[in-house]
T-cell receptor
Framework: AQSVTQPDIHITVSEGASLELRCNYSYGATPYLFWYVQSPGQGLQLLLKYFSGDTLVQGIKGFEAEFKRSQSSFNLRKPSVHWSDAAEYFCAVSSLAAAGNKLTFGGGTRVLVKP | DAGVIQSPRHEVTEMGQEVTLRCKPISGHDYLFWYRQTMMRGLELLIYFNNNVPIDDSGMPEDRFSAKMPNASFSTLKIQPSEPRDSAVYFC???????????FGSGTRLTVV
């Protein structure tokens, strides 16, 4: 069965510093990988996605993620965080073989931004 | 497009009452998903539809939960009777196809007292 692990439950980062959120997946087929962000009281917003091709993908809000098949990882990065990046971030996996386009989500990483 | 629209945003009800949550997906999206989010269990897929047909309801916790999609523009999730442990945020999401990811609604925060 597919699974997604986000090892860090909380991360605190200073405004202007870089951010990296870890995501590891377990999946038998070629994965489709996603990162979502959830601001307090809001739904989840898609930041970026990877299906194939260039393993470094660019997303919205200045985020990028790198797919490393050998490490089964899809880590999210941002060079310089803004106070508005404080939110919860979810990694998710699906595949063409996944019945009905189902996404499996990780447990999330809550990011706090210090001024 | 207005995105995925859920109503109500907040619902407070007494234990034993029937609760109905509503969702309008994005026009043209063939897939619709209902998720529940709690602190303890995170995001759980309850049920999903493809072209208005329920495909997988294995995540529906009990017979007290039911979902319908009478047409391509409307879905409901009903809990009858409701219990305090049903308190959570319920999200609806829609997707046009396998590789597109989901668009989520803003959610309904349900509190059962």
């Amino acid at each position: 069965a597919q699974s997604v692990t986000q090892p860090d439950i909380h991360i605190t980062v200073s405004e202007g510093a870089s951010l990296e959120l870890r995501c590891n997946y377990s999946y038998g087929a070629t994965p489709y990988l996603f990162w979502y962000v959830q601001s307090p009281g809001q739904g989840l917003q898609l930041l970026l996605k990877y299906f194939s091709g260039d393993t470094l993908v660019q997303g919205i809000k200045g985020f990028e993620a790198e797919f490393k098949r050998s490490q089964s990882s899809f880590n999210l990065r941002k060079p310089s965080v803004h106070w508005s990046d404080a939110a919860e971030y979810f990694c998710a996996v699906s595949s063409l073989a996944a019945a009905g386009n189902k996404l499996t989500f990780g447990g999330g990483t809550r990011v706090l931004v210090k001024p | 497009d207005a995105g995925v629209i859920q109503s109500p945003r907040h619902e407070v009800t007494e234990m034993g009452q029937e609760v109905t949550l509503r969702c309008k997906p994005i026009s043209g999206h063939d897939y619709l998903f209902w998720y529940r989010q709690t602190m303890m269990r995170g995001l759980e897929l309850l049920i999903y539809f493809n072209n208005n047909v329920p495909i997988d309801d294995s995540g529906m916790p009990e017979d007290r939960f039911s979902a319908k999609m009478p047409n391509a523009s409307f879905s409901t999730l009903k809990i009858q009777p409701s219990e305090p442990r049903d308190s959570a945020v319920y999200f609806c999401a829609s997707s046009p196809r396998t590789d597109a990811g989901y668009t989520f609604g803003s959610g309904t925060r349900l509190t059962v007292v």
